[in-house]
């Protein structure tokens, strides 16, 4: 069950029916965050005489939902079994609404609304649950630009795989610490029931439970350190990277760690021809052309790879290629072996070698 109880203002409907669809959804994401948290990670306050009111922005600075808890409302006090862990929902304003005052009259003006009844997919997003759900093997992608609802609408196919389906182990991947935090609050709001059916891990997570190998609790942790251990090079080793050590790290984990798969791995000749490599048989030369460096450039940093690829960076590319192996070998954790739904998040921040 939810942490936090919604009452939202009976006349919210009808004032935002008349604004883009867009909007509407970001604030029903909006009140899933308050009930499943009692906060939004982006909320502005307020002054004057609608102080205590909180805003969060669901258009750029255009247009907030405003919500304030109940025990700092006027209504305070007005049910009662108390206001406990209440909030109320009032309504979506533009920005040039900012100043215009907020009288509550009655907690009567206010309906209950279950977490549980709060979707704010689109209907493409929905689609793609009833796509899954409807076969045995299924492979579904979902597409987006950035804050379009990507997360949100897997976080709600974890939810209904697991609660409508017979799939009874899922593992749900993320790319850091904070989105996997995100995913647990969100499930365990919505159907606590689940906990032992769905199994949340970043993806350095089940590297080392794979793997056994270190790694950073999230990608690009390291790059600071990275950072002043090229500020300890000579200056010769590095050329023109020197000048920019986060476009080196990227390169290397991603465009040379990140492309070179274990010996022995079969890969398709279209990869083949995307200047991918297998260990033991990187070409430099297809290497440097894919990436339009200069030989000087791309030595640089294929040499660079090789001294750091055993050391402590990039283990997060060293322990993806143990993982690959290990999986074709079937030699996996006995949980991993019994998953029969897998759902990732964030692959486009994936090297190829995780993916």
Do not use: C
Request: glycine residues 8%.
């Amino acid at each position: 069950m939810s942490g936090y109880r919604l009452l939202k203002h009976r006349q919210y409907e009808r004032t935002a029916e008349h604004l883009p669809d867009s909007i509407r959804r970001k604030a029903e994401w909006a009140q899933v965050l308050l009930g499943t948290r009692g906060r939004t990670p982006n909320v502005k306050t307020t002054s004057g005489y609608n102080a205590r009111w909180r805003r969060t922005p669901v258009q750029g600075y255009h247009y907030y939902l405003w919500w304030i808890p109940l025990s700092e409302s006027q209504l305070a006090g007005s049910l009662s079994n108390g206001a406990g862990q209440t909030i109320l929902v009032y309504s979506i304003r533009h920005h040039d609404e900012t100043d215009d005052p907020i009288d509550l009259a009655s907690i009567d003006d206010f309906e209950e609304i279950a977490l549980t009844a709060l979707d704010p997919r689109f209907d493409e997003q929905r689609a793609v649950g009833r796509h899954v759900d409807g076969v045995e093997t299924a492979l579904a992608t979902v597409k987006g630009l950035p804050g379009s609802g990507k997360t949100i609408s897997l976080f709600y196919l974890v939810r209904d795989l697991a609660l409508q389906s017979n799939l009874q182990h899922l593992l749900y991947v993320t790319y850091t610490s904070r989105l996997k935090r995100a995913a647990r609050d969100f499930l365990a709001a919505q159907a606590p029931e689940m906990e032992g059916r769905v199994h949340i891990r970043t993806l350095t997570e089940l590297e080392k439970e794979i793997t056994g190998l270190p790694t950073y609790v999230d990608p690009l942790g390291e790059l600071a350190d990275f950072q002043r251990y090229l500020d300890r090079q000579p200056a010769s080793t590095l050329g023109t990277w020197r000048r920019y050590p986060a476009s080196l790290y990227t390169e290397v984990r991603a465009h040379i760690l990140g492309r070179t798969f274990p010996a022995g791995y079969s890969l398709p000749e279209s990869r083949l021809a995307e200047a991918v490599f297998s260990e033991g048989h990187f070409d430099a030369t297809a290497y440097a052309a894919a990436r339009g460096l200069t030989g000087d450039e791309a030595g640089a940093a294929i040499r660079l790879a090789a001294r750091l690829r055993e050391d402590r960076f990039f283990l997060d590319q060293t322990a993806a290629g143990r993982a690959l192996t290990l999986v074709g070998q079937r030699k996996l954790p006995a949980w991993l072996r019994q998953i029969d739904g897998l759902i990732v998040d964030e692959v486009q921040d994936l090297t190829l070698l995780q993916i």
